[in-house]
């Protein structure tokens, strides 16, 4: 692979406003994942969140359920450790699309009425995490240290 593209995948001039949105954003994603693949936090594990998700159209739903689940949970975790942070936070701003145009839109704005309030908060952080890269105190740094030797 492309050593320059490499670089600028994992390189961030970001200071330490990246870490204070990695560790929320990455704690709430792995959050949310665990409720759709481990039924952790109340949620309901693959089964059920695919049949959920099958009933509003996302077909095959135990796939959906696994993609969605996947990508926050280990996204999550990804941003948390500032690891692939870029790619992570692609994967997670698709999700978040996914989500505020599936579900939540016709809601309305408001998180308490459904809406997609927080999901757009989501996408906001991930675009943001996906244009500043990781910043300070993450794997990607050391990485990047390697690739510029």
Known sequence: MNKSFLTKVFNSESGFGALA?????????????????????GGYGLEGTGQWMASIGLEPGYLM????????????????LGLLTR????????TMIVAI???HFQNGFFMSNGGYEFGLALLAASVSLALSGAGKAAIDNAIAAKLAE
């Open 21 to 41: 949105l990695r560790v929320p954003v990455g704690v709430i994603f792995m959050a949310h994942g665990a409720q759709k693949l481990f039924g952790s936090f």
């Open 65 to 80: 359920a696994l993609l969605a689940g996947s990508a926050e949970f280990f996204g999550g975790l990804f941003i948390l």
């Open 87 to 94: 790619p992570s936070a692609i994967a997670l701003a698709i």
């Open 101 to 103: 145009f599936a579900v």
